[in-house]
């Protein structure tokens, strides 16, 4: 029926599951990228759900990657269809010559099928309606019956499949038996009645390695229980709820002491994004180290604290989990677009420290960081995730952690170094870093007690509405500012194997997308330096990297280059020579649209080399 | 006469409390408030309250919001760290302070534009969680720093200094604070420090949310005629359920009392409280019945005063979250982090 050749890939294609969410197909859908990693072969999962919790499409989507490419692919090798709202949409978005799995009981007309895809059906509703009478149980097996069929389409070893079952459900036999019978249902349904395998196969493999498989949210707030946060205040809000869940879970795990079961953190969910971060600086005043984990509207009502922060002083740790805004803008999708929001929160001159974490293992080691950060420059710091590594499953590197680390407390000045003597000046600049010395409260009966506010005041932390004395604080903070450049994760260049004078920057999210593009690039000839940025403020090697290249692309997931618009805003940069790269509809970014994007405009240059004709 | 220092010596015979503190050991710097202010008469009871007791003046942490009684924190209890924090949001800044650090007492001091209009959430959601604090909110209806606007704690029908008609319903913080579970109210007059003074110090003492409602009049812009939180009108329609005494340490009660008057309430950290009854009647262990007195009174335009609430045995919200009863903020990576091993552990589950 097909006159397009079926697609053959072996380890190197794109399932895509339409669900209707609520359905009980997360479970199973994970099952399967999770059975084809143990297969030795990576996978890249990724979530598409609405804003809703039963009822409208959802969609997951595996793409499996012998060669490890983590980013998004686009395009659908195999789509399997279970959503009848979506089949039009979903069957559209088939690759030519790709495949169509769907639940055949009842029969569909030719118009709604396409002659360039192979067509698979499985009468999976009329499997599990002879099989089960309880609804519920109908519709939960039936994700698993089409998980068998697929094991057997794609030519996957059920063993491995029935090891993920038995860790699923141990100690739970008797649903661990069912999950297995019901397995083995569509996978014997299919290999009686199908040609199987397909094109698309999945073959064993070494390639995973001792890498681990874990959401950007969870592993940050790993990170925060690594990192010594005991408090955690926040508000629930998509994408940022799962961390301080994760961070709950984590620390009823590893935080009670042994003895007495007593906790040894406090989290509070709080009526508001304000008095979140408002419990968040009240600790961190109070010397504890605690955070908050937030998406866009969040940050937006936290502004004014946030400024309270940098100007009174007090650390704090928000991990921002970004999503597509503005308002509340598409709350399930991805972005990378509260980059200026966040660098300059709050009225009045501020600016803040961000940190831009790749995937989860970045994410694990600068949410610990943040906390030393915070206390070392006694302000905000951002952990900058996003949907797309915050809440789907990625693979990456084991997260390590080094048990000689102490925490870096800042500068503190303790009873004993009052006592002797030392002169306790809250905004006083003793070393020349614009970092000053805090107290905590209750230290002393006599000595080093302030009176912390958001008013202008002396170094002597005394209230003060001299103009001298209040610009005097205002450089002491961008002093301060420039001690973090060298604090926070440098940024990772990477150069092309021949000399180029053009140059890329990117950060988070984005980054296994650019890994890749730069293959497809160098396939369409052109060679790029690589720069990832890791942190705000940036480093000086951010305006060498500037500087060595004619022109720099600078790829990003929002509308108005809000990273390009920072560095030329903190560099005073020629803003022609930076060439901004968007992708902003809430997918995440591709390596295919980073290649062609940036492609494009290389040709162009090639065609009129814009620093020939200038000179 | 706010710009003259305030001179540090002080008489050689001033009376020492337990510790060896005077009074002035309790003061912080002079009030920048007018002459004649509510709120200067709390800063004193305060002082009043903290020496009597006999606290470390430094292991008080005072903090507040914006607004005129938020200023307050620096004038009094000078060797404690004191937050001025952001308007109506003194609340969760405590909250924060309290879960960092269990064992320093924590005075919120606000106002009634911090904590019944841009706070009000903040207020109602701290007293629901039960945070060991004593919230002071120093009433005086009026938006005294901003030149005399309403508050939302200013009765409807009483009368702005320029002469507007207040139209809105009252917010009555107090029978708020009884409906959202405060196991300590109170309500008090700045003009009646013998009343106030035992209230703070029983407040102090109790373990859980304890709320006072002073009111405090503005002598600039709220104490003409026509307004129901001036010095006359609050004189006038003051009604004080009971008197209270405080006697720290496990002293034996005073026998001056006539029998049958008075009430002891023994709180969580060993002190007394002495209630001598003003409304025989009156039982400030019954929430429900003093929401009803509360309100059978307020629309007779009575005012109620003292003790209204307390629960001697309430839990705090350390409590609840069952923590750990060092410190968090003394808490360091050998008793926080996992660990290497556990790490390992956790990785192996993840592939």
Same mark, same amino acid.
């Not at chain 1, 030719?110 to 109908?138: C, E, H, M, W």
């Not at chain 1, 970004?322 to 598409?330: F, I, L, Y």
């Not at chain 1, 709350?331 to 974490?357: E, N, W």
């Given at each position: 029926?097909?006159?397009?050749?079926?697609?053959?890939?072996?380890?190197?294609?794109?399932?895509?599951?339409?669900?209707?969410?609520?359905?009980?197909?997360?479970?199973?859908?994970?099952?399967?990228?999770?059975?084809?990693?143990?297969?030795?072969?990576?996978?890249?999962?990724?979530?598409?759900?609405?804003?809703?919790?039963?009822?409208?499409?959802?969609?997951?989507?595996?793409?499996?990657?012998?060669?490890?490419?983590?980013?998004?692919?686009?395009?659908?090798?195999?789509?399997?269809?279970?959503?009848?709202?979506?089949?039009?949409?979903?069957?559209? +978005?088939?690759?030519?010559?790709?495949?169509?799995?769907?639940?055949?009981?009842?029969?569909?007309?030719?118009?709604?099928?396409?002659?360039?895809?192979?067509?698979?059906?499985?009468?999976?509703?009329?499997?599990?309606?002879?099989?089960?009478?309880?609804?519920?149980?109908?519709?939960?097996?039936?994700?698993?019956?089409?998980?068998?069929?697929?094991?057997?389409?794609?030519?996957?070893?059920?063993?491995?499949?029935?090891?993920?079952? +038995?860790?699923?459900?141990?100690?739970?036999?008797?649903?661990?038996?069912?999950?297995?019978?019901?397995?083995?249902?569509?996978?014997?349904?299919?290999?009686?009645?199908?040609?199987?395998?397909? +094109?698309?196969? %999945?073959?064993?493999?070494?390639?995973?390695?001792?890498?681990?498989?874990?959401?950007?949210?969870?592993?940050?707030?790993?990170?925060?229980?690594?990192?010594?946060?005991?408090?955690?205040?926040?508000?629930?809000?998509?994408?940022?709820?799962? %961390?301080?869940?994760?961070?709950?879970?984590?620390?009823?795990?590893?935080?009670?002491?042994?003895?007495?079961?007593?906790?040894?953190?406090?989290?509070?969910?709080?009526?508001?994004?304000?008095?979140?971060?408002?419990?968040?600086?009240?600790?961190?005043?109070?010397?504890?180290?605690?955070?908050?984990?937030?998406?866009?509207?969040?940050?937006?009502?936290?502004?004014?604290?946030?400024?309270?922060?940098?100007?009174?002083?007090?650390?704090?740790?928000?991990?921002?989990?970004?999503?597509?805004?503005?308002?509340?803008?598409?709350?399930?999708?991805?972005?990378?677009?509260?980059?200026?929001?966040?660098?300059?929160?709050?009225?009045?001159?501020?600016?803040?420290?961000?940190?831009?974490?790749?995937?989860?293992?970045?994410?694990?080691?600068?949410?610990?960081?943040?906390?030393?950060?915070?206390?070392?420059?006694?302000?905000?710091?951002?952990?900058?995730?996003?949907?797309?590594?915050?809440?789907?499953?990625?693979?990456?590197?084991?997260?390590?952690?080094?048990?000689?680390?102490?925490?870096?407390?800042?500068?503190?000045?303790?009873?004993?170094?009052?006592?002797? +003597?030392?002169?306790?000046?809250?905004?006083?600049?003793?070393?020349?870093?614009?970092?000053?010395?805090?107290?905590?409260?209750?230290?002393?009966?006599?000595?080093?007690?302030?009176?912390?506010?958001?008013?202008?005041?002396?170094?002597?932390?005394?209230?003060?509405?001299?103009?001298?004395?209040?610009?005097?604080?205002?450089?002491?903070?961008?002093?301060?500012?420039?001690?973090?450049?060298?604090?926070?994760?440098?940024?990772?260049?990477?150069?092309?194997?021949?000399?180029?004078?053009?140059?890329?920057?990117?950060?988070?999210?984005?980054?296994?997308?650019?890994?890749?593009?730069?293959?497809?690039?160098?396939?369409?000839?052109?060679?790029?330096?690589?720069?990832?940025?890791?942190?705000?403020?940036?480093?000086?090697?951010?305006?060498?990297?500037?500087?060595?290249?004619?022109?720099?692309?600078?790829?990003?997931?929002?509308?108005?280059?809000?990273?390009?618009?920072?560095?030329?805003?903190?560099?005073?940069?020629?803003?022609?020579?930076?060439?901004?790269?968007?992708?902003?509809?809430?997918?995440?970014?591709?390596?295919?649209?980073?290649?062609?994007?940036?492609?494009?405009?290389?040709?162009?240059?090639?065609?009129?080399?814009?620093?020939?004709?200038?000179? | 006469?706010?710009?003259?220092?305030?001179?540090?010596?002080?008489?050689?015979?001033?009376?020492?409390?337990?510790?060896?503190? !005077?009074?002035?050991?309790?003061?912080?710097?002079?009030?920048?408030?007018?002459?004649?202010?509510?709120?200067?008469?709390? !800063?004193?009871?305060?002082?009043?309250?903290?020496?009597?007791?006999?606290?470390?003046? #430094?292991?008080?942490?005072?903090?507040?919001?914006?607004?005129?009684?938020?200023?307050?924190?620096?004038?009094?209890?000078?060797?404690?760290?004191?937050?001025?924090?952001?308007?109506?949001?003194?609340?969760?800044?405590? !909250?924060?302070?309290?879960?960092?650090?269990?064992?320093?007492?924590?005075?919120?001091?606000?106002?009634?534009?911090?904590?019944?209009?841009?706070?009000?959430?903040?207020?109602?959601?701290?007293?629901?969680?039960?945070?060991?604090?004593?919230?002071?909110?120093?009433?005086?209806?009026?938006?005294?720093?901003?030149?005399?606007?309403?508050?939302?704690?200013?009765?409807?029908?009483?009368?702005?200094?320029?002469?507007?008609?207040?139209?809105?319903?009252?917010?009555?913080?107090?029978?708020?604070?009884?409906?959202?579970?405060?196991?300590?109210?109170?309500?008090?007059?700045?003009?009646?420090?013998?009343?106030?003074?035992?209230?703070?110090?029983?407040?102090?003492?109790?373990?859980?949310?304890?709320?006072?409602?002073?009111?405090?009049?503005?002598?600039?812009?709220?104490?003409?005629?026509?307004?129901?939180?001036?010095?006359?009108?609050?004189?006038?329609?003051?009604?004080?359920?009971?008197?209270?005494?405080?006697?720290?340490?496990?002293?034996?009660?005073?026998?001056?009392?006539?029998?049958?008057?008075?009430?002891?309430?023994?709180?969580?950290?060993?002190?007394?409280?002495?209630?001598?009854?003003?409304?025989?009647?009156?039982?400030? #262990?019954?929430?429900?019945?003093?929401?009803?007195?509360?309100?059978?009174?307020?629309?007779?335009?009575?005012?109620?005063?003292?003790?209204?609430?307390?629960?001697?045995?309430?839990?705090?919200?350390?409590?609840?979250?069952?923590?750990?009863?060092?410190?968090?903020?003394?808490?360091?990576?050998?008793?926080?982090?996992?660990?290497?091993?556990?790490?390992?552990?956790?990785?192996?589950?993840?592939?």
């Amino acid at each position: 029926m097909s006159d397009k050749k079926p697609i053959s890939s072996v380890n190197d294609f794109v399932v895509r599951f339409a669900n209707v969410n609520g359905s009980g197909s997360a479970s199973a859908n994970e099952m399967f990228a999770r059975a084809i990693l143990r297969h030795g072969v990576p996978v890249s999962p990724r979530n598409i759900f609405p804003s809703n919790i039963q009822g409208l499409p959802t969609w997951y989507e595996v793409r499996v990657t012998e060669a490890g490419h983590l980013g998004a692919r686009g395009g659908v090798d195999m789509m399997v269809a279970m959503n009848p709202q979506t089949w039009d949409k979903d069957v559209a +978005g088939i690759e030519p010559g790709g495949y169509l799995f769907y639940d055949s009981t009842k029969p569909m007309p030719s118009t709604k099928f396409r002659d360039d895809i192979t067509v698979i059906g499985v009468p999976l509703t009329a499997i599990t309606n002879s099989t089960y009478t309880d609804p519920r149980q109908r519709q939960l097996f039936k994700n698993i019956i089409y998980l068998g069929s697929l094991s057997a389409l794609l030519d996957m070893d059920p063993k491995l499949i029935e090891q993920l079952i +038995g860790e699923q459900y141990k100690g739970k036999e008797k649903l661990l038996s069912s999950n297995v019978h019901a397995l083995h249902l569509g996978r014997d349904w299919a290999l009686q009645n199908l040609k199987c395998p397909i +094109g698309l196969r %999945v073959k064993k493999s070494d390639k995973v390695g001792d890498r681990i498989f874990i959401e950007g949210n969870s592993a940050a707030a790993l990170g925060a229980v690594y990192g010594g946060a005991t408090v955690c205040a926040w508000y629930p809000i998509t994408p940022s709820s799962s %961390v301080a869940e994760a961070f709950t879970a984590h620390c009823k795990k590893y935080r009670h002491d042994p003895e007495t079961g007593k906790a040894k953190y406090a989290i509070v969910q709080g009526e508001d994004e304000l008095a979140s971060i408002g419990i968040v600086i009240g600790a961190s005043w109070n010397g504890a180290r605690a955070f908050t984990a937030t998406s866009g509207p969040g940050i937006s009502l936290m502004t004014e604290f946030i400024g309270l922060s940098y100007f009174a002083e007090i650390p704090a740790v928000i991990m921002n989990i970004q999503r597509a805004g503005p308002s509340t803008g598409m709350p399930t999708r991805t972005q990378q677009c509260d980059i200026i929001a966040c660098a300059y929160a709050s009225h009045g001159d501020t600016k803040h420290v961000l940190l831009f974490p790749e995937d989860p293992a970045e994410a694990f080691e600068f949410a610990a960081a943040a906390f030393d950060l915070a206390e070392r420059l006694q302000t905000t710091i951002f952990l900058m995730l996003d949907l797309d590594i915050g809440m789907n499953h990625r693979l990456c590197r084991p997260l390590k952690w080094d048990d000689a680390r102490q925490y870096d407390r800042g500068k503190i000045m303790t009873a004993e170094m009052l006592e002797e +003597g030392r002169d306790f000046g809250r905004y006083l600049d003793v070393d020349g870093d614009g970092i000053p010395y805090r107290t905590y409260p209750g230290t002393h009966p006599t000595k080093g007690s302030y009176f912390t506010r958001g008013t202008s005041r002396d170094r002597y932390a005394r209230y003060s509405e001299e103009g001298t004395v209040y610009a005097d604080n205002m450089q002491r903070l961008v002093r301060k500012f420039e001690t973090a450049q060298d604090l926070v994760p440098r940024p990772l260049q990477a150069n092309a194997e021949r000399p180029t004078k053009y140059g890329v920057i990117y950060f988070g999210s984005t980054s296994p997308a650019m890994d890749e593009a730069i293959g497809l690039l160098e396939a369409r000839g052109h060679q790029l330096d690589r720069l990832r940025i890791r942190a705000f403020p940036f480093h000086s090697s951010v305006a060498s990297f500037l500087a060595e290249h004619d022109f720099v692309y600078v790829v990003e997931q929002n509308r108005d280059s809000q990273l390009r618009q920072l560095i030329v805003n903190e560099n005073g940069i020629d803003p022609v020579r930076l060439v901004p790269i968007v992708h902003y509809d809430g997918s995440p970014i591709t390596a295919r649209y980073i290649a062609k994007a940036i492609g494009d405009h290389q040709d162009q240059l090639k065609v009129t080399p814009l620093r020939k004709a200038v000179s | 006469m706010t710009y003259i220092a305030k001179p540090k010596f002080h008489h050689p015979g001033l009376k020492k409390n337990e510790l060896g503190y !005077t009074h002035r050991d309790y003061e912080g710097k002079i009030s920048t408030l007018c002459a004649g202010c509510g709120h200067d008469s709390i !800063t004193a009871s305060i002082i009043e309250a903290c020496y009597e007791l006999s606290i470390e003046p #430094h292991r008080v942490a005072k903090i507040s919001g914006i607004g005129c009684s938020s200023k307050t924190p620096d004038y009094f209890l000078g060797n404690s760290h004191g937050f001025n924090s952001v308007h109506g949001r003194m609340p969760s800044v405590l !909250t924060g302070a309290n879960l960092a650090n269990r064992d320093l007492i924590y005075l919120g001091v606000s106002g009634d534009g911090d904590s019944a209009s841009i706070g009000f959430g903040q207020f109602a959601h701290s007293i629901r969680r039960g945070v060991n604090m004593t919230y002071i909110v120093e009433n005086n209806g009026v938006y005294g720093l901003t030149k005399g606007q309403f508050s939302a704690t200013a009765d409807r029908g009483s009368k702005s200094k320029k002469g507007v008609t207040n139209t809105d319903n009252a917010i009555d913080l107090v029978a708020i604070a009884l409906q959202l579970g405060a196991t300590f109210v109170a309500r008090s007059f700045s003009g009646d420090k013998g009343q106030l003074v035992p209230l703070i110090a029983a407040a102090i003492g109790h373990k859980g949310a304890s709320f006072i409602d002073v009111i405090s009049p503005c002598i600039a812009f709220n104490n003409h005629a026509g307004s129901t939180k001036s010095f006359d009108y609050v004189r006038e329609h003051n009604d004080a359920v009971n008197r209270l005494d405080v006697l720290v340490g496990r002293d034996p009660i005073a026998v001056d009392y006539a029998p049958g008057t008075v009430q002891v309430v023994e709180q969580h950290d060993g002190s007394k409280i002495a209630l001598r009854k003003i409304d025989a009647d009156y039982d400030p #262990h019954d929430r429900l019945g003093a929401q009803t007195f509360l309100a059978r009174h307020a629309a007779k335009g009575q005012i109620v005063t003292g003790l209204l609430y307390v629960d001697p045995d309430a839990e705090d919200l350390h409590e609840h979250l069952n923590t750990v009863e060092t410190p968090l903020n003394t808490l360091e990576a050998d008793t926080l982090c996992p660990g290497s091993a556990v790490l390992d552990k956790i990785n192996a589950s993840l592939r």
